[in-house]
């Protein structure tokens, strides 16, 4: 390299810098290049009146256990915008939080949003970028994004499936030259397993037990198929019963039994959209395979219940809970070539 080199590359680093947002129902990620993941939080909002008074991390141990006067909410419910104002508030503070560190002048921002979203909910995420002062912003569909993060062809005529399983949403398509051949999306996801352990326990040991300690069993125990035998979670919670503390230990299986219900409909859905496909791509899926992608597939052996209910290839991506950061930062780059809203 020479010094000239080195000097252009110093000037292109000063003048122009990326951001990409993954802005989930769960969790915002915003990953720069050369930097990686500057900022991981939960898309929660606590407020006072109509005044912001934390977000992230900090405002999600207030859900659930706010003082008078706080609550503690999530703008985004089932990938959806559920209150624009709160989430271009949210999305204009997390941007605010990196982008203060590093003042450069040129910034494009790039934001994944759900593959279903409507005019005004992509307006409310494009206006949060422009009152934090940047000029360029695109939105990116977040299926596209993942599919690019994990590495797959996207802008090639080549049928790439990806199902993107997140919080509140799992998105699955088909696509081919960088955009979505066939779509669609089912309000299922991490917290919808979450919440079908806890309805269970309530209701067959009238116990009752606290989402951050399912989220931990599920993530011990959980077992899409094939739990191994001797495999438990001790829960603690409240008993009905004797209506005091209690504990319970669980078979994994059990959970199994229990959580099927949501993951047979992620493969119905799957199922369906395969079914549509035109010959030639679906020719390429039976070859390539599905990429599972989101925070969701790392449930264990979710990737092998689905090739047995497919009967078709199914491998989790490397990192399946940042590759659609990761490829929104990518997709930058190549704009001319994918379908991008700015
Ligand atoms: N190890 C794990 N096993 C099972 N589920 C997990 C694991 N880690 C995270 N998850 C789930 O991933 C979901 C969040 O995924 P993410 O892709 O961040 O969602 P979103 O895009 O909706 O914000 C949560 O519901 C969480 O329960
Ligand atoms: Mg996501």
């Known amino acids: 390299m020479t010094a000239q080199q080195r000097q252009r590359g110093l000037n292109f680093r000063f003048w122009r810098s990326d951001l990409a947002v ?78 203060r560190r590093f003042p450069f002048f040129k910034l494009r921002l790039i934001v994944t949003v759900p593959s279903g979203t409507t005019q005004v909910e992509r307006r409310a995420v494009l206006s949060a970028g422009k009152r934090c002062g940047i000029k360029e912003v695109y939105l990116i569909e ?6 690019i993060g994990t590495g797959r062809p996207v802008a090639e005529p080549r049928g790439n499936f990806i199902i993107n399983c997140g919080g509140g949403l799992t998105e699955i398509a088909v696509i081919s030259l960088g955009g979505i051949v066939l779509a669609s999306s089912l309000r299922q996801g991490g917290e919808t ?7 269970y326990l309530f209701r067959r040991y009238r116990m009752e037990v606290g ?7 599920k993530r011990r125990a959980g077992y899409a198929i094939d739990p191994p035998p001797d495999l438990t979670y001790n829960f603690k919670g409240i ?6 503390p209690g504990a319970l230990e669980i078979k994994a299986e ?3 039994e229990a959580i099927e219900p949501v993951l047979s409909a992620i493969a119905e859905a799957a ?8 010959p030639q791509l679906a020719a390429d899926v039976m070859s390539d395979g599905i990429v599972l992608a989101g925070g969701a597939a790392l449930l264990h052996n979710f990737d092998l219940y689905l090739s047995r209910k497919l009967n078709l290839p199914v491998h989790r991506a490397e990192d399946p809970y940042t590759c659609a950061v990761r490829g929104a930062s990518e997709a930058i780059n190549y704009m001319d070539r994918l379908v991008l809203h700015s």
Do not use: C
């Open 22 to 99: 993954d802005f989930g129902t769960t969790n915002t990620l915003i990953y720069m290049p050369r930097r990686g993941i500057v900022l991981q939080e939960p898309s929660v909002v606590a407020m006072r009146g109509n005044a912001v008074v934390a977000v992230g991390k900090k405002a999600e141990r207030m859900l659930g256990r706010t003082p008078g006067g706080i609550r503690a909410v999530k703008p985004l419910q089932s990938g959806v915008i559920a209150d624009y104002d709160l989430a271009r508030k949210m999305l204009e503070r997390f941007i605010s939080r990196v982008i």
């Open 142 to 147: 977040e299926p596209i994004a993942a599919a």
């Open 193 to 199: 397993i979450n919440a079908i352990i806890q309805r």
């Open 211 to 217: 989402l951050s300690i399912i989220e931990e069993a």
């Open 239 to 244: 008993n009905l019963h004797r209506r005091g």
């Open 254 to 256: 059990e959970l199994t």
């Open 271 to 278: 199922r369906n959209i395969f079914e549509q496909i035109p």
